[in-house]
């Protein structure tokens, strides 16, 4: 019986105190909850369990996270516990990792904008899309007619705004996003870590659309500039390699995988920002382009796609007539007719359900927006940087919090943040402990809490075998 | 706590039981449970439930004076001293409608000590009481006589401080409370040798029911699964008191999640009270703060602890 089962016994929802349908965001924020609990100085603790008690647990906590949150790997754990979902869950559960795919490239994406370096690449896949400068002009107006918490931000801000504009759109803002251009090339960016880290399977998707741009235009500027952009991104989440080689080299192998429904059906849920940023970039800027994309955003179409995609098509056609009335009719008529013609009961099905999932997630984009907004103070912030102390303590800087505030909003005592943010590993708490504290940290500083303890405890560990 | 089942009280009496037992429990002293004890009664008695306190602290009884109560004329050595005496003869009026006192035992300087035969007096007494709720305020300690009233109640308040003292005793007391509920069955299951080691060594105590019952289902599987749910059904309500700051309110909770992770029981987080300076000096006053002070957070946080355990009990107003 299931009565009386300690930790050693729990399944990894049980361990979280999660429900089997509960959301990544869910369960990371069960598993900061869990390792305040379970910290070796917590008071709930006290006397009824010791220390290597504490220890295992911690370790199973952090193991469930980690699987929990990596839906290819969550999947397999449920078929071996026996959870069953329904395809509508499934492409919840999907829909939901994607958009927090998408929302960790945005943060990311934000940071390589601010500085210097990053207007420039703003800018270069800005130009691709309209060819005209006048482009660049219409972004910040949107930006902040549409984002009244730009102004919170300071005047610095206003100038690096452009790149975090981009972003924004990414994410899940893209109804509301007037702003096509920018948009359109960030989703590109976006999407591919999300591939990356959602499954091997989706990386296809991403990469076709640098495929499409590289080789027709003769500009150089759009090319390597969405290359370069997706590379960054991708790093974080997996694929080293396909960042960097061109594009085009790891376009065809992933036309051929075009593997079942699962890759599609996340794909389908984003989807809608992919796609609206897929189609419309070739569209604006390269019109050659335009052929070779439809092409491959068809072919994802026929598989599963469609449906989300022509409502979503067809609110975005008046959108952008608004600002720019050339683009909108272009792409609708490309993905419209593909997305009718699967008519599959199950692809409705599934098509329903993302819809759904992306209404839900709609209420949470307002959090997250809110937390890419803050980003917009952010330091310059290279897409594959390592998240040192050092950076830690900018990005906090950035964001006017002090580092009392922080260690009291996160519950961490000053002095170990005091020590993180100064790289003092040899004298860092356990790495259980290390973990929990990084991810409380990112997520209050409104960075991805997995890339950041990750990229953190990597630095720890080679510190380690260093003084060893 | 199902503990319903006292062999020697006959069906025949059941009419006449309380509806339930609350009994407001936490191992160490000056934690408010006799704040707990008497707000919570009053914050019942005031929705309209007939409530009779009960001041258990056989040492240490002080009930009376949370409540505002004179020096009562009858307490609860005079039932246990007059072996003719009714419970009914020594329960006194609160002045708070639906509401009464059996006061403690005020002048028995070895009540603490009472004889077995005493006890089961007045445990026996206790049950045939024909209210809707009977509330024991116990008294600090885990001692058998604190412990027999806490496992016959329905509901087995934990009351705990934010501190690293009272959650040690606190989770001493329930494991006591938890060995001593399994001492009444133990013969039933042939575990007596396991419930002696867990109430005398320690390496017994650290030994958790998950366990037990892995061991009786060596030999009796049906049995290890009555004794599963027997087990289940002890199930601590907590209350957090004096939480000084926000973190302090998530104890609770957390107190719930380690007790299931490394007890393997479930307990149920009544909800905590807010330290409150204002509401403190009501406690000097000699008045319940749900009543001198309610709209004090602490009062505000009794007050939904009560409606808590209504829902609990399905009972509507």
């Known amino acids: 019986m299931s009565a009386m089962k300690h930790f050693e016994q729990q399944s990894y929802y049980e361990l979280l105190e999660v429900a089997v349908t509960a959301s990544e965001d869910q369960i990371l924020d069960a598993y900061a909850r869990a390792m305040e609990t379970y910290s070796p100085d917590s008071i709930a603790v006290y006397t009824l369990a010791d220390p290597e008690q504490l220890e295992a647990l911690r370790e199973r906590l952090t193991q469930a996270m980690e699987v929990l949150c990596a839906l290819e790997r969550r999947i397999e754990y449920d078929r071996k516990i026996g959870v069953t979902r329904s395809p509508e869950e499934l492409a919840r559960l999907r829909a939901e990792s994607l958009k927090r795919a998408a929302e960790t490239a945005t943060d990311t994406a934000p940071a390589n904008g601010a500085g210097e370096a990053p207007v420039t690449q703003a800018a270069a896949p800005a130009e691709p899309v309209a060819e005209v400068k006048p482009e660049v002009q219409a972004r910040p107006a949107t930006e902040e007619e549409e984002l009244p918490e730009a102004e919170v931000v300071s005047g610095e801000v206003v100038a690096e705004a452009e790149p975090v504009v981009a972003s924004e759109p990414v994410a899940e803002v893209e109804p509301v996003a007037a702003s096509e251009p920018v948009a359109e090339v960030e989703p590109v960016a976006a999407s591919e870590p999300v591939a990356a880290e959602a499954k091997p399977t989706i990386q296809n998707p991403p990469a076709e659309p640098p495929v499409a741009v590289t080789p027709p235009e003769p500009k150089p500027g759009p090319g390597p500039v969405a290359a370069s952009a997706v590379p960054e991104d991708e790093v974080p989440a997996a694929d080293p390699s396909e960042p960097t080689a061109a594009p085009a080299a790891s376009t065809p192998p992933s036309a051929g995988p075009t593997p079942a429904a699962l890759p599609l059906v996340p794909l389908a849920a984003k989807p809608g920002h992919l796609h609206r940023s897929l189609t419309p970039a070739p569209i604006s800027g390269l019109k050659p382009a335009i052929h070779a994309r439809p092409m491959a955003s068809t072919a994802r179409h026929g598989s599963t796609v469609p449906p989300p995609l022509p409502p979503r098509n067809g609110l975005r056609a008046p959108v952008r007539p608004e600002a720019e009335s050339a683009r909108p009719a272009p792409p609708p008529s490309a993905t419209r007719p593909n997305g009718q013609q699967l008519g599959e009961a199950p692809v409705l099905a599934e098509a329903s359900a993302i819809a759904n999932a992306e209404s839900a997630l709609a209420l949470v984009s307002a959090k997250a927006r809110d937390s890419r907004t803050r980003l917009k103070t952010v330091v310059d912030i290279p897409s594959d940087a390592e998240f040192n102390g050092e950076l830690l303590r900018r990005v906090r800087e950035s964001r006017n919090l002090s580092l009392p505030m922080l260690a009291d909003r996160t519950r961490i005592s000053s002095r170990h943040v005091e020590n993180i943010e100064a790289d003092r590993y040899d004298i860092l708490p356990a790495s259980v402990y290390l973990r929990g504290m990084l991810m409380s940290i990112a997520r209050e500083l409104g960075l991805d809490p997995l890339r950041v303890s990750k990229s953190y405890m990597g630095l720890v560990a080679s510190g380690e075998k260093k003084a060893r | ?317």
Request: charge should be positive.
């Open chain 2, 1 to 317: 706590m199902a503990a319903r089942t006292d062999p020697e009280s006959p069906g025949v009496v059941a009419r006449h039981r309380p509806h339930r037992i609350i009994a407001v429990g936490g191992g160490k002293g000056g934690i408010g449970k006799s704040l707990v004890s008497a707000n919570l009664g009053v914050a019942l008695a005031t929705r309209g439930q007939r409530v009779l306190l009960v001041d258990a602290d056989l040492g240490g009884a002080n009930l009376h004076t949370c409540l505002g109560v004179a020096q009562p004329t009858a307490t609860l050595s005079d039932f246990m001293l007059r072996p003719k005496a009714r419970l009914e003869d020594v329960i006194v009026p609160t002045g708070v409608a639906n509401l009464s006192l059996i006061a403690g035992a005020l002048d028995v300087l070895d009540a603490a000590n009472i004889k077995y035969a005493q006890k089961q007096r007045l445990l026996r007494s206790l049950q045939t009481q024909s209210v809707d709720y009977l509330i024991i305020d116990l008294g600090a300690g885990s001692s058998f006589n604190t412990l027999d009233f806490f496992i016959i109640a329905d509901h087995g308040v934990l009351v705990l401080l934010p501190e690293p003292t009272s959650v040690e005793n606190a989770y001493r007391f329930i494991k006591a409370a938890f060995y001593r509920r399994l001492q009444q069955v133990e013969s039933q299951y042939g575990i007596e040798r396991l419930v002696e080691k867990a109430l005398s060594t320690r390496e017994g105590a650290a030994r958790t029911p998950h366990q037990i019952i892995q061991h009786v289902r060596q030999q009796n599987a049906a049995l290890a699964e009555r004794l599963e749910k027997e087990l289940a059904a002890f199930r601590v309500k907590l209350v957090l008191n004096q939480a000084r700051s926000d973190g302090d309110l998530n104890v609770g909770a957390a107190v719930v999640s380690a007790w299931k992770k490394f007890f393997g029981l479930e307990m149920d987080d009544l909800g905590a009270i807010r330290y409150d300076d204002e509401a403190w000096r009501a406690v000097r006053k000699r008045r319940p703060i749900v009543l001198e002070k309610p709209e004090s957070p602490a009062a505000m946080g009794i007050q939904r602890i009560a409606d808590r355990l209504l829902a609990l009990d399905g009972v509507t107003e």
